[in-house]
């Protein structure tokens, strides 16, 4: 269980990471809008929802408990 | 909300055969029935493979708030509703951190309803039967929020010859039969082949704006001249509400009493976790699909207020009916696929109350002798008459979708530290998890009430700050609690 946590700790403050990333607090106002077809904020909070995305695939895939372990 | 679409008759005539196909589904699900058990109506006999378990998960979180609200929303916000793509990934992060122990206490306690996981960890009466109260409140909040877009929609295919109340009444008859037949294995696989239809159209739609529309390039330059304001960056209160959204959705609807129960009905672990990492990608194509409807229609149906702007989705299926043969197909594809959703998603709740109410309320209260079966019959008769009351109820109510979207979340985020702090923190007792859920439970509707959300923060969230902090502070600061024997406090 312990060792459990630890695994998914690390991947937590990742995606939590991501998650702040696109939350675009930071990004200059005079140049929000700027950007292809859509403002370059927007494209950052695109890209950081993809690498969230990885990230979950990448936690969901390991550090499962025994099916069968005592509970 | 949805004006009458000129659909032709061959389109009528397949969403008319479509949804009598889900009576046969329903019918095959009987015979697959192997016995008279509450797993195995209201679980599926625990078997539930990949791709089904995927696709039901998938059409639980996506229904007509998905299409109908979501594309509102952002044609209503503009670019800060990109919040929900993130917050749609986040409720699969949510799952990671208590699904794994979770799945593997309900194949050892034999878990059937979410209530289940909460006496067996927090052996506490009180605690019980308040949270079997805030999910009752969610779920039928979940219910209503389908009848009110399932009457719309039979008034728009109809082109208003049919009623909305008897649209409801006729769609909620085959949803009440097929799903009493089957139970979770008729709900689970009506919504795996919605599921699949409602991507493909998504697919077929974003083809269909290129190819016959004018093209998404068109489309997104005449949206930054027509209305630069729907593209700034959130600052202030609108940034914190961004992060109070991903916060809302992202946990809130990681415990869906329905969502959870898909998690018991995992046929193992490894099909837990693949279902699960596919629920990771799919917001990317299916949220940015619906979210770049909602924003090219800033441009092209301007002038849209506050409800109003539900009828979004409609205008385009509208437009895409002029494109020929193909937008006809897909309208079709994807009426016949939101209906099957709409249906789906609330009898996926409507199961999930009933199986709450035969096992967490007829057995435990009122009949504690009662057979698997007679207390699964309850749950279907209660699912009846509730059905009854909300499809009344439906007529009456005059919230945007999105409001009604919202109001469960507020409750549902209050159950979450019992699941998330619950199933990690071994020592947490049951008092600080009822002391946290009644100061979160308070804080949210008190917000909700008062209408106000203080330095961008929903209600929800807020109460969920306070629900944890009292969560922490009881178990630090008050005595240790006498632990009650033989159950699962303390565990895993």
């Excluded at chain 2, 389908?146 to 039979?154: A, C, D, F, S, T």
Aim: charged share 10%.
């Amino acid at each position: 269980m312990s060792q459990h946590l630890k695994s998914r700790g690390r991947w937590l403050l990742l995606v939590l990471i991501t998650v702040f990333i696109g939350v675009p607090w930071y990004w200059p106002g005079d140049r929000a809008l700027e950007g292809w077809l859509i403002p370059a904020w927007a494209w950052v909070a695109l890209g950081a929802a993809w690498l969230l995305s990885m990230l979950v695939v990448w936690g969901a895939m390991r550090g499962w408990p025994d099916e069968d372990a005592d509970g | 909300m949805m004006q009458g679409l000129p659909l032709a008759p061959w389109s009528l005539g397949f969403v008319a055969v479509y949804l009598f196909s889900l009576l046969a589904i329903g019918w095959f699900a009987r015979s697959r029935r192997r016995d008279d058990t509450l797993g195995d109506y209201y679980l599926g006999g625990r078997t539930m493979g990949l791709w089904v378990l995927m696709l039901t998960l998938f059409a639980t979180q996506y229904s007509g708030n998905a299409l109908f609200g979501f594309t509102g929303q952002a044609y209503r916000v503009g670019f800060t509703w990109l919040s929900i793509l993130h917050s749609m990934i986040a409720v699969v992060a949510g799952y990671l951190l208590f699904a794994p122990q979770l799945y593997r206490l309900s194949k050892q306690q034999q878990f059937v309803t979410p209530s289940d996981y909460i006496d067996f960890r927090f052996p506490s009466r009180a605690l019980g039967v308040l949270v079997v109260l805030c999910l009752s409140v969610v779920l039928i909040n979940y219910v209503l929020a389908q009848l009110k877009v399932m009457g719309h929609i039979v008034e728009g295919l109809s082109g208003g010859r049919v009623d909305a109340v008897w649209g409801v009444v006729a769609l909620a008859l085959i949803m009440l039969v097929y799903s009493s037949l089957g139970g979770l294995r008729s709900v689970a696989w009506t919504d795996a082949i919605q599921g699949a239809m409602m991507l493909a159209g998504f697919v077929l739609i974003a083809v269909i704006v290129q190819r016959d529309m004018g093209g998404w390039v068109a489309a997104f330059t005449e949206l930054r001249e027509v209305a630069p304001e729907k593209l700034q960056p959130p600052t202030g209160r609108a940034a914190i509400t961004w992060f109070s959204t991903v916060i809302l959705i992202g946990v809130g609807a990681s415990v869906y009493p329905q969502a959870i129960q898909r998690i018991y009905a995992a046929r193992s672990a490894a099909t837990l976790q693949k279902s699960l990492a596919g629920m990771a990608v799919l917001p990317l194509f299916a949220v940015v699909v619906v979210l770049a409807l909602g924003f090219v229609a800033i441009a092209r149906y301007p002038g849209l207020e506050g409800s109003a702007a539900d009828q979004v989705m409609a205008l385009i299926m509208r437009d895409l009916l002029a494109t020929g043969w193909l937008g006809h197909a897909v309208v079709t594809l994807l009426l016949s696929a939101i209906l099957a959703a709409l249906m789906s998603t609330a009898d996926s709740a409507l199961l999930a109350l009933s199986s709450i109410f035969a096992k967490d309320v007829y057995r435990k209260y009122l009949r504690p002798d009662a057979s698997d079966s007679a207390c699964t019959r309850a749950g279907q008769w209660l699912a009846w008459g509730v059905l009854g009351i909300l499809i009344w109820i439906s007529t009456l109510e005059d919230l945007t979708l999105y409001r009604l979207f919202v109001l469960k979340f507020e409750i549902l985020l209050q159950i979450a530290p019992a699941f998330y702090l619950g199933i990690n923190f071994t020592s947490l007792s049951s008092r600080s998890i009822l002391l946290g859920l009644c100061a979160g439970l308070t804080t949210a509707i008190v917000g909700w009430s008062a209408g106000s959300m203080p330095l961008g923060l929903h209600p929800g969230t807020l109460g969920l700050m306070a629900n944890v902090l009292v969560v922490v502070a009881s178990h630090y600061v008050l005595p240790p609690a006498q632990p009650a024997a033989g159950r699962g406090e303390g565990l895993p």
